[in-house]
C-alpha cells in the first residue's frame, strides 16, 4: 500500500511566522504535490513537482515556496505565514500521471 | 476561473438507493476524469476514473457517465450504503502536465 505521512496533523502558528509542512511518501513515485483544502474552493492546487529539485507553479502559488531535495520528501513552505492562509494542507504523491494519493492532511491555524 | 464545477454542495440519500453526483467542466481538451471520496480528518482516496474517450465506466456499486457534449460526468452509487457518506470530489487531467484540476466537492449523506 502506499503510504503518504504528513508531519504534523495540527498546527498552530503565529502572524509572520515561517511554516514548514513536510510529507513523505514511500512508494518511490516522481510526482508530488502541495494542495489546501478550504470550504466552497475544493481542492486548489499550490505547488507540485516531477522529479528531485524540480518544481512548477499550481493555481495559487503566491506566499508559498517548496523543496524537494530528495525523491520521497516534499516540503511546504510559508515564508511569512498571514491568517488567510489558515486551512487544510494535504499532499499527494503518484507515479502516474493521473491517480494521485493523499496523505492525511495537516489543518494550520493562522493567528 | 473553476474550470471543474460541483453546483451541489450536499446531497442526502436513504439507504440502499441510487447516489446521483453531478460534476460540470469547461475546458473541452480534459482528457481524464477521476472521482476521489474524502472522509472527515483522512486525505482523498481514489475512487472511479474514466478518459474522455469513454462514456462510461462501471466498479461494482459505481458507475461514472460522461457526456462531453454536455462536458457533464456524473457518478452513480448503486445501492448507496450508510459508509458511502462521505465528500466526493470530481477532478479532471489535461496536457501533459501531470495535476489535476478538482471540484468544490459534493458532501453525501446516506440516511438509514
Known amino acids: 500500500d502506499v503510504k503518504v505521512t504528513q508531519s504534523s496533523r495540527y498546527l498552530v502558528k503565529r502572524t509572520g511566522e515561517k511554516v514548514f509542512l513536510e510529507c513523505v511518501q514511500d512508494?518511490?513515485?516522481?510526482?508530488m504535490f502541495w494542495y489546501r483544502q478550504d470550504p466552497g474552493l475544493g481542492l486548489r492546487l499550490i505547488y507540485f513537482?516531477?522529479?528531485?529539485?524540480?518544481?512548477e507553479k499550481g493555481d495559487i502559488p503566491e506566499g508559498y515556496s517548496v523543496s524537494r531535495e530528495k525523491k520521497e520528501r516534499f516540503s511546504l513552505i510559508l515564508e511569512s505565514a498571514s491568517t488567510n492562509q489558515t486551512s487544510m494542507y494535504l499532499c499527494?504523491?503518484?507515479?502516474?500521471?493521473?491517480?494521485?494519493?493523499f496523505g492525511p492532511g495537516t489543518r494550520l491555524t493562522v493567528l | 476561473d473553476q474550470q471543474v464545477k460541483q453546483n451541489s454542495p450536499s446531497l442526502s440519500v436513504q439507504e440502499g438507493r441510487i447516489s446521483i453526483l453531478n460534476c460540470d467542466y469547461t475546458?473541452?481538451?480534459?482528457?481524464?476524469f477521476l472521482w476521489y471520496k474524502k472522509y472527515p480528518a483522512e486525505g482523498p482516496t481514489f475512487l472511479i476514473s474514466?478518459?474522455?474517450?469513454?462514456d462510461k465506466n462501471e466498479d461494482g456499486r459505481f458507475t461514472v457517465f460522461l457526456n462531453k457534449s454536455a462536458k457533464h460526468l456524473s457518478l452513480h452509487i448503486v445501492p448507496s450504503q450508510p459508509g458511502d457518506s462521505a465528500v466526493y470530489f470530481c477532478?479532471?487531467?489535461?496536457?501533459?502536465?501531470?495535476?489535476?484540476?478538482f471540484g468544490t466537492g459534493t458532501r453525501l449523506q446516506v440516511t438509514l
Open positions: 499527494a504523491s503518484s507515479l502516474t500521471i493521473f491517480t494521485q494519493y
Open positions: 512508494m518511490d513515485h516522481e510526482n
Open positions: 513537482s516531477y522529479d528531485v529539485k524540480m518544481k
Open positions: 475546458n473541452s481538451m480534459f482528457d481524464y
Open positions: 474514466i478518459s474522455s474517450i469513454k
Open positions: 477532478a479532471a487531467h489535461t496536457g501533459t502536465a501531470s495535476k489535476l484540476t
